[in-house]
């Protein structure tokens, strides 16, 4: 079984809709990320959190609100769905820790289409 | 502010011929880390490499290769004898140590390997 998994898999809304995707993990890390990936633009962190009750804005956050239900658990909203808000969606986690670095795993991502 | 560049949007190749994907950093920190990442047509995030900041050595891995030189700020990726199952968008990324484990990534390259 995979240790990131998101659901759903593929979406499509259409605009002013409230869409949820949702974000479980096995590895027991305590930090979560959401990322998007637009064409030519990379990925770029829309929020992330290092633990239950932490939770941080990122890059591009307006339009999106996050909730850490548990441990394993980082859903990503989207109050009301627009048109530009139709990306790859990527969950990933990572473990804290004293070393400067701990790799982040992601999931298989989550394609949204806001029509 | 970190920041990635991959000036590479889309590479054609044909089989067995060897390419090369640049990627150019910016960042302030002395401490840091890279990235690449395969992005098959699956759209799954497949980790490649890391390197630290103070590991200027190159690295070979197969029919991968990576070439790591501050002096020019750049991380450059070498596939070797190509093959179609090569095609993907691959994407170089970078953390610092000050960054919080955020990871800032280049907007990607399309790599077409055509048999």
């Known amino acids: 079984d995979a240790d990131v998994t998101q659901t759903p898999r593929n979406r499509i809304t259409k605009t002013g809709k409230r869409i949820m995707l949702e974000c479980s993990q096995t590895k027991g890390h305590d930090r979560m990320y959401w990322y998007r990936q637009d064409p030519g633009l990379g990925l770029r962190l829309i929020y992330y959190?290092?633990?239950?009750?932490?939770?941080n804005k990122g890059e591009i956050s307006d339009g999106y609100s996050v909730s850490r239900q548990a441990q394993a658990k980082f859903s990503l909203s989207l109050e009301s769905a627009i048109p530009n808000q139709t990306a790859l969606y990527f969950c990933?986690?990572?473990?804290?820790?004293?070393?400067?670095?701990?790799?982040?795993?992601f999931g298989p991502g989550t394609r949204l289409t806001v029509l | 502010a970190q920041k990635v560049t991959q000036a590479q949007t889309e590479i054609s190749v044909v089989e067995k011929e060897d390419v090369t994907l640049d990627c150019v950093y910016e960042?302030?920190?002395?401490?840091?880390?890279l990235f690449w990442y395969k992005q098959p047509p699956s759209g799954e995030l497949v980790f490649l490499i890391r390197r630290n900041s103070f590991d200027e050595q190159n690295e070979i891995s197969g029919r991968y290769s990576w070439n790591f030189q501050k002096s020019t700020s750049s991380f450059n990726f070498t596939i070797t004898a190509s093959q179609v199952v090569d095609s993907a968008v691959y994407f170089c990324a970078l953390t610092a140590l000050n960054a919080g484990n955020m990871l800032t990534f280049g907007g990607g390259t399309r790599l077409m390997v055509k048999p």
């Open positions: 990933a986690t990572s473990e804290p820790g004293a070393s400067s670095y701990n790799e982040q795993f």
């Open positions: 959190s290092f633990d239950v009750k932490d939770i």
């Open positions: 960042t302030r920190d002395t401490t840091y880390y």
